[in-house]
DNA sequence: TCAAAGGCGACACTGAGTGA
DNA sequence: TCACTCAGTGTCGCCTTTGA
């Protein structure tokens, strides 16, 4: 059994209105569509350091950071053959989504009630399909050969946590770290075999038989958090474009983290979230320079408008300059530092800024924290430490406007 | 900053099948 | 018969990565 650490029973980050087009079929299921560039993948996935960046072959990653005061870890055990998963594995992870996403025709229910939707657990798909969804013009056995190698590192790959993963339904965050209870990616891989079939002299199937029968699961903890509605729907067609994988790793951490008109990340949160380790000055320069060249190729394909490196310190990361021009206050709580003083202020202990500011929902803490401001200015709050703790526990006040 | 190495994508094919 | 989809083979050269 893994140990649990109870964050908050509440917190529910994410929002219903991922996608723009909801159509009402009751009072409780509504059906929610996709737009047709958009993708979906489960949001510990989108954050978590489990791909190598390394072109050698890594048995196992160890990767240990802080956040809040929360040390937290991850241990990826990978393939006996392939090692750990690369950026090749999560390209082909998230191809495996976007067939699913088409598979289902753009389309889910979900439950207001339950917060759950109804997402399928297994995912029919041909090489072919997975290969241009991966971007590639042209398809062959070698290109098949490295695609089905990827499913299999996928299949294999098993992740410890320590108060890394979150289990959505439970609220809390997974804690054993001794490899008793394991997480894996996917399951149940079914494969169709053109030179199998021939040697049996059995009769080879067209493409929709083909289908039918490959298959992969997406295996049972991240498959429930997706049920629980815990995922992220994120513009699918520009991540495609992305050449370099510190550029995807960004893409991904982003899409998770930004929900407004700009981003602030310091080196150290990057490095930790890419999944790299500093030990030198010279690796640092390096690794600098690289994430400098993604962030021009994530201006290029128009996933941000613009970039600040704060030397030594970090990055700015503009997701609407204009916005951001006219936007009020936004310089306001742009540390941590200053955000957990305003939340002290307020009257909120240790106990509880550790349990509702998390990284995840720091950009919903910086605006409400500029949202209570406004209110107590007109005199519309009369007990400031409760109104705070509500708008941490519930995140429902509407803090839109005041988010950059 | 630059050169070497090798990984990987592009290309031109084949053969089996389906459906109009 | 034609246009299309699928898996599969082998070669070539570009370009990313790595190390000095």
Same mark, same amino acid.
């Given at each position: 059994?893994y140990?649990i650490?109870?964050?908050n029973e509440n917190q529910r980050?994410d929002?219903?209105d991922?996608?723009d087009?909801i159509i !009402?079929?009751s009072?409780?299921? @509504?059906?929610?569509?996709f737009?047709?560039?958009?993708?979906?993948?489960?949001s510990n996935? &989108?954050?978590?350091?489990?791909?190598s960046?390394?072109r050698? +072959?890594?048995k196992?990653?160890e990767?240990s950071?802080?956040?809040n005061?929360?040390?937290?870890?991850?241990?990826?055990?990978?393939s006996?053959e #392939?090692?750990?998963?690369?950026?090749?594995? &999560?390209?082909v992870l998230l191809? =495996?989504?976007r067939?699913?996403v088409k598979?289902v025709?753009f389309?889910?229910?979900y439950n207001?009630?339950?917060?759950?939707?109804?997402l399928?657990?297994k995912?029919?798909?041909? %090489?072919q399909?997975l290969a241009?969804?991966?971007g590639?013009?042209?398809?062959?056995?070698?290109? @098949?050969k490295k695609?089905?190698?990827?499913?299999k590192?996928l299949?294999?790959?098993?992740i410890?946590?320590n108060?890394?993963?979150?289990?959505?339904?439970?609220?809390?965050?997974?804690?054993d770290?001794?490899?008793?209870?394991s997480?894996r990616?996917?399951?149940?891989?079914?494969?169709?075999s053109?030179?199998?079939?021939?040697?049996?002299? !059995? *009769?080879?199937?067209?493409? +929709?038989e083909? +289908?039918?029968?490959?298959?992969?699961?997406?295996?049972d903890f991240f498959?429930k958090?997706?049920?629980n509605?815990y995922?992220?729907?994120?513009d699918?067609?520009?991540y495609v474009?992305?050449?370099?994988?510190?550029s995807?790793? &960004?893409?991904?951490l982003?899409s998770?983290?930004s929900?407004?008109?700009?981003?602030y990340?310091n080196?150290?949160?990057? %490095?930790?979230?890419?999944?790299?380790?500093?030990?030198?000055?010279?690796?640092?320069?390096?690794?600098?320079?690289?994430i400098k060249d993604?962030?021009?190729?994530l201006k290029?394909?128009?996933?941000i408008?613009?970039y600040e490196?704060?030397? #030594?310190?970090g990055?700015?990361?503009?997701f609407?300059?204009?916005k =951001?021009?006219? #936007?009020?206050? %936004?310089d *306001?709580y +742009?540390?941590t530092e200053e955000?957990?003083?305003r939340?002290?202020?307020?009257?909120?202990?240790?106990e509880?800024?550790? @349990?509702?500011?998390?990284?995840d929902?720091e950009?919903?803490? @910086?605006a409400?924290?500029r949202?209570?401001?406004d209110?107590i200015k007109?005199?519309?709050v009369r007990d400031?430490?409760q109104?705070?703790?509500?708008?941490l526990?519930?995140?429902?006040?509407?803090?839109?406007?005041y &988010?950059?």
């Amino acid at each position: 059994m893994y140990n649990i650490l109870k964050i908050n029973e509440n917190q529910r980050i994410d929002d219903v209105d991922k996608s723009d087009e909801i159509i !009402e079929q009751s009072e409780n299921i @509504k059906i929610i569509k996709f737009k047709l560039f958009q993708s979906f993948n489960e949001s510990n996935l &989108m954050v978590i350091p489990f791909v190598s960046l390394q072109r050698q +072959k890594v048995k196992t990653i160890e990767r240990s950071w802080e956040t809040n005061g929360i040390k937290r870890g991850i241990k990826v055990v990978g393939s006996a053959e #392939s090692g750990c998963p690369t950026i090749l594995e &999560m390209d082909v992870l998230l191809g =495996l989504f976007r067939i699913l996403v088409k598979n289902v025709d753009f389309k889910y229910e979900y439950n207001k009630n339950t917060n759950t939707v109804n997402l399928p657990r297994k995912i029919n798909f041909t %090489y072919q399909e997975l290969a241009k969804e991966l971007g590639y013009s042209i398809y062959g056995g070698s290109i @098949k050969k490295k695609l089905e190698k990827s499913i299999k590192t996928l299949l294999e790959t098993t992740i410890y946590s320590n108060f890394a993963l979150r289990d959505v339904n439970e609220g809390e965050y997974i804690t054993d770290f001794n490899g008793e209870e394991s997480f894996r990616i996917l399951k149940n891989y079914k494969s169709y075999s053109y030179s199998k079939k021939k040697k049996k002299c !059995e *009769k080879i199937g067209n493409s +929709k038989e083909i +289908k039918e029968q490959q298959s992969v699961d997406i295996d049972d903890f991240f498959f429930k958090n997706i049920c629980n509605n815990y995922f992220n729907i994120y513009d699918y067609t520009k991540y495609v474009k992305l050449t370099k994988g510190i550029s995807k790793k &960004m893409f991904l951490l982003l899409s998770q983290w930004s929900h407004g008109y700009i981003k602030y990340l310091n080196y150290s949160t990057i %490095y930790d979230y890419i999944g790299v380790d500093i030990t030198l000055k010279q690796t640092q320069y390096y690794y600098n320079r690289i994430i400098k060249d993604s962030l021009d190729e994530l201006k290029d394909i128009k996933f941000i408008d613009d970039y600040e490196v704060i030397i #030594s310190e970090g990055i700015n990361f503009i997701f609407n300059i204009n916005k =951001l021009r006219i #936007s009020k206050g %936004y310089d *306001k709580y +742009k540390s941590t530092e200053e955000t957990i003083g305003r939340l002290q202020e307020l009257g909120i202990t240790f106990e509880e800024w550790t @349990k509702y500011y998390r990284i995840d929902n720091e950009d919903y803490v @910086k605006a409400l924290l500029r949202y209570i401001d406004d209110k107590i200015k007109k005199g519309e709050v009369r007990d400031e430490r409760q109104y705070t703790l509500t708008g941490l526990k519930y995140e429902n006040y509407d803090v839109t406007k005041y &988010m950059h």
